[in-house]
């Protein structure tokens, strides 16, 4: 393959990535989503807390997640993409802040994070598409959503 061609891979791989991103903050999430960002087997992973594999069912998981907040934002630096022919790994961080629903005894607050995200990717007849995504914790500043929330 020609450099041109691995540039075009590689970005479109990262571009991914980007894209979910953005799309958690401000986007409907349903089947059209995950079958654009997603292989049908796809898997995505909060370990230890929660994971789903498949689109069926791939935005209703995202979107519980998100409800527990009024408002998110996901910072993502640019991914490194190591190609193996029609698949390929990434790499990336992120900061995600998370704005509180708004409480009865004050503000609402913030809580944010900082990840490792990895995760694959394989090429399909549709173009390149996410095969699993994995969320590693570095730290946390204020506090998560209560349990009752979702």
Avoid: C, I
Avoid at 5 to 24: E, H, I, N, Q, W
Avoid at 77 to 99: I, W
Wanted: aromatic fraction near 8%; charged fraction near 25%.
């Amino acid at each position: 393959m020609t450099s041109t061609g691995l540039s075009t891979d590689r970005a479109a791989v990262a571009d991914l990535l980007s894209r979910y991103l953005l799309s958690l903050d401000d986007e409907k999430l349903d089947d059209a989503w995950a079958a654009q960002l997603f292989t049908p087997d796809a898997e995505v992973a909060f370990p230890p807390m929660s994971r789903h594999r498949g689109t069926e069912g791939m935005a209703d998981f995202h979107a519980a997640s998100l409800s527990a907040f009024a408002a998110t934002q996901h910072l993502g630096s640019p991914a490194l993409v190591v190609l193996d022919g029609d698949r390929a790994a990434l790499r990336a961080n992120l900061l995600s802040t998370h704005v509180h629903h708004p409480r009865p005894d004050g503000p609402a607050g913030l809580f944010t994070t900082g990840t490792f995200v990895d995760g694959e990717a394989r090429r399909t007849p549709a173009g390149w598409r996410l095969e699993r995504l994995s969320f590693r914790l570095l730290w946390t500043d204020g506090s998560p959503p209560p349990k009752d929330r979702g």
